[in-house]
């Protein structure tokens, strides 16, 4: 089980959790976003095309280890946070559908082409 205090340990601070270990962290008011976070990461990370990735919620239940919910680019922060601050939920940059073409993404953009292939490999 995740620790409560994994998403959220200072008010109005999301903490998302990367592939490569690095944890970025956000604040946040009542009109941020979930794309506001993805356009700071694309820019944080130098990624030029990030259709392929979206903000997850990582959580335990008892019947499976762990589950993903993939979040709306329109969903307010402050709601995820509140929702799931409780629950132990982690917030990890993920890959959310892979690419028909990975050669082409690897030609477009080498950063999320490896950002992807961590995830995979």
């Known amino acids: ?4 205090e994994a998403l959220l340990l200072i008010p109005n601070v999301l903490k998302v959790f990367l592939e490569n270990g690095q ?5 946040f008011d009542g009109r941020t976003t979930v794309k506001d976070v993805m356009v700071t990461l694309q820019d944080r ?3 030029r095309h990030i259709e ?14 762990h589950q993903l919910l993939l979040l ?3 969903q307010p ?5 509140q929702r799931t601050h409780y ?19 690897l030609r477009r953009d080498p950063a999320a082409f ?3 292939y961590i995830q995979v490999g």
């Open 1 to 4: 089980m995740l620790k409560k």
């Open 23 to 27: 944890i970025k962290s956000f604040t």
């Open 45 to 47: 990370l130098s990624l």
């Open 52 to 65: 392929h990735f979206a903000l997850v919620l990582e959580y335990s239940s008892l019947e499976q280890s």
């Open 72 to 74: 709306q680019d329109k």
């Open 77 to 81: 922060l402050a709601s995820v946070v």
């Open 87 to 105: 629950h132990g939920m982690r917030c990890l940059f993920r890959v959310s559908f892979f690419p028909k073409d990975p050669v082409e993404l």
């Open 114 to 116: 490896e950002y992807l």
